[in-house]
């Protein structure tokens, strides 16, 4: 990324410091060894979408060609790619077919037109609050393998992530508006710019922030590998 502030790397890092401790909390449930936790109860969604609007700031201040944004985009689909595969041989019937990382590498590659500077941050911004009203209109079932991408499911879909293109592009652009918005020409704006140098208490978080891909690949094996290691005879009948 050309242009880094650390209050953006701070908020991905937060985000992703908090997704990472309800997959705590989901693979406790998810493996009965506490199972009063409610993931239906206590969504991550909240959290999924400060991370994907983060990601959508982040498009802006990486300030790439249309070019790099494209290979960055593909990318990324190549890592969910390897999350599809790798749920599937180990819990198929909620394998992960379009979670967030799928989302967030089409929405990078979709979000190319929005990316030009002759683009408004407010036509991005409407842009995404019409395709975040659309999904209100959009059936809960009955659609096929070829839609779930699109947020229609058909009958029976299950996943242990799903964040389809609609309604969750639409936070993504709004994301990308924030950027735009906040960061012209990658520099802070408004009362951005009068913000201090950064805290050292920050350091941990940003840390977090700018590895957040490798950390977002590695987390749930290394929670299931420590859930295993401190309960097996929870975790194996599980799995196999």
């Known amino acids: ?40 109860a206590f969504t991550g969604k909240p959290v999924a979408a400060i991370f994907i609007a983060v990601a959508g700031v982040s498009l802006i201040l990486a300030n790439r060609t249309p070019a790099g944004t494209l290979k960055r985009g593909a990318k990324l689909l190549v890592f969910a790619f390897i999350i599809t595969v790798v749920t599937w041989i180990v819990y198929p019937q909620n394998c992960v077919i379009f979670g967030i990382l799928h989302l967030i590498g089409c929405g990078t590659i979709l979000a190319i037109p929005f990316l030009s500077g002759s683009v408004q941050w407010y036509i991005c911004a409407a842009v995404g609050a019409g395709i975040i009203l659309l999904s209100v ?42 950027g735009k918005l906040l960061y012209p020409e990658g520099k802070r704006r ?38 295993f290691l401190l309960f097996p005879e929870a975790v194996l009948p599980t799995l196999f």
């Open 137 to 178: 209109f959009l059936p809960d079932t009955g659609g096929s393998l070829l839609l779930l991408p699109l947020g229609i499911p058909y009958t029976g879909f299950t996943s242990l992530d799903y964040e389809p293109l609609i309604p969750w592009f639409g936070v993504l652009l709004a994301g990308v508006a924030a």
């Open 190 to 227: 408004m009362l951005l710019s009068r913000i201090p140098k950064m805290p050292k208490a920050l350091s941990p978080l940003c840390f977090i922030g700018r590895h957040s891909l490798l950390i977002y690949m590695l987390h749930v094996p290394v929670i299931i590998l420590c859930l």
């Open 1 to 40: 990324m050309s242009g880094r502030y650390y209050e953006v790397d701070a908020l991905r890092g937060t985000a992703l410091l908090l997704m990472v401790l309800y997959h705590i909390a989901y693979c406790l449930y998810f493996f009965r060894i506490y199972p009063l936790f409610d993931p239906y």
